[in-house]
């Protein structure tokens, strides 16, 4: 059987990779794919991003399903595309990706069907955005309402950085078109987690839990990036918390979105903000696996990834259990000189080790270039380490990471620290 994963960050090597270990995969294919695909023997990458050139491929190689990773082509309607044209294939339509490709969209929804989230209003002019900041108070995060590549939240603690992120989304165009509409809510305080779930349009199967660390810096202090690193599982979801997390916001959400008269299919993440009284709220939807999560989350599961996806795309997630690696993974990402602002690209990478079941290392910004690799984007590469607790997964990443050269990268010493702390 051939499949083909479109993409081509960290997230998508890990799925490629774990699809590949089927008995009955022929062939994954992965477009377009980076250095780390490239080098693996059993995937190939293809140098397609046009959504129509891609099924069409996808027809004459009788690829028999296709899986989608990020998110613009999601929104941008492959899934409507590729449905149309009699193609199986899992994600959500260009409808259903609303949740994640607007966050007025999504906070409208949240509050029409009662799931738990922050109290918000949405601006696309500035005098009222910059009055109900001064009535609210700060802290407070303003969002921009499109797509932004997990930059377009600013959470300001003071009065002043509030209003000059409305000044940079609404008068200066930041984000372009994703800001010319803004989201600004309640800030809440807790800690959070990443709870991701597959959706079949009748069944829900939830995945391991996860924790991302959004801050460049150790101590969650700098910018916010797109994902420093992530492990799994996260103590913090306990499974009281991942029952009403069940309750509260993902069956309230798939069945929001049937009354609404969208079906959803594919991946549903929730990024949850747990309070220190324990409730979960909803900071945001994506529909699609969370980027550096699926790294450690799939070098846990044992289940043949090829068969959950069958189930996924045929309605009968009902009838598969999932098996995970009782271990914890952490995954520990290795970014670029300056990202996340202006990443550097093109410094020679060395000394990746082979992979070994405790060992993995997942690419992202990569590329090779006559046989050498090169630095090709912000977050460059995710070395997963597994061991039975948090500190032993953690040296187990590190000891990797230690072995890993390349010019000005970038990383965090505590993946995981919240983990230790449960
Ligand atoms: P989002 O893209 O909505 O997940 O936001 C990115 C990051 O900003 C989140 O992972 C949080 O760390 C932070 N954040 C978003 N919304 C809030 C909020 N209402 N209160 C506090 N922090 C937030
Ligand atoms: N790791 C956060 C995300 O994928 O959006």
Redesign the pocket.
């Known amino acids: 059987m051939k499949i083909l994963v479109v993409g081509s960050g960290g997230r998508e090597h890990a799925l490629a990779w774990k699809l590949a270990q089927s008995d009955r995969i022929q062939m994954v294919y992965v477009a377009p794919g980076n250095g780390g695909t490239a080098r693996d023997s059993r995937l190939q990458n293809l140098d397609i991003t046009d959504l129509h050139e891609l099924a069409g491929f996808v027809e004459r190689e009788n690829i028999a399903l296709t899986v989608v990773g990020p998110e613009t082509p999601l929104a941008g309607g492959i899934v409507n595309l590729f449905r149309a044209r009699g193609l199986k294939v899992f994600g959500p339509t260009k409808e259903a990706a609303q949740l994640e490709s607007s966050?007025d969209y999504a906070k409208a929804f949240m509050q029409r069907h009662g799931i738990p989230?922050?109290a918000?209003q949405t601006f696309s002019d500035l005098a009222p955005a910059h009055a109900y900041i001064d009535a609210q108070g700060a802290?407070i995060?303003i969002?921009a309402d499109g797509l932004a590549a997990?930059k377009?939240?600013v959470?300001a603690m003071t009065l002043a950085e509030a209003h000059q992120a409305v000044d940079d989304m609404l008068a200066d165009n930041r984000f372009g078109d994703a800001g010319a509409r803004i989201v600004i809510?309640?800030?809440?305080?807790?800690e959070?987690a990443s709870f991701i779930v597959m959706c079949d349009g009748k069944n829900v199967l939830p995945l391991a839990t996860s924790q991302?660390h959004?801050?460049l810096k150790d101590h969650d202090q700098g910018p916010?990036t797109g994902g420093m690193g992530a492990y799994s599982p996260a103590a913090i979801v306990t499974p009281e918390m991942h029952a009403r997390v069940m309750r509260e916001i993902i069956n309230p959400t798939i069945q929001g979105m049937a009354k609404d008269g969208i079906v959803f299919t594919g991946f549903l993440y929730a990024?949850l903000?747990i309070d220190a009284a324990g409730n979960p709220?909803t900071?945001?939807f994506?529909c699609r696996m969370g980027d550096p999560e699926t790294q450690p989350i799939m070098s846990r599961l044992k289940t043949d990834l090829v068969s959950v996806m069958e189930h996924a795309v045929n309605g009968t997630l009902d009838a598969i259990e999932l098996e995970w690696d009782r271990r914890t993974a952490v995954g520990v990402v290795l970014a670029a000189d300056g990202y996340p602002d202006a990443p550097v690209k093109g410094a020679v990478i060395e000394g990746i080790p082979a992979e070994t079941p405790e060992s993995l290392t997942f690419h992202a910004g990569t590329r090779e270039v006559a046989g050498q690799l090169q630095v090709s984007g912000g977050r460059v590469l995710c070395v997963v380490g597994l061991g039975d607790s948090v500190r032993m997964a953690q040296k187990q990443a590190y000891e990797t990471v230690d072995q890993i050269r390349f010019e000005g990268m970038q990383l965090r010493r505590d993946i995981g620290w919240r983990g230790l702390k449960h």
């Open positions: 966050k989230t922050a918000y802290p995060v969002k997990g377009g939240v959470v809510e309640e800030f809440l305080a807790g959070e991302d959004k801050r916010n990024g903000m709220k900071l945001e994506n």
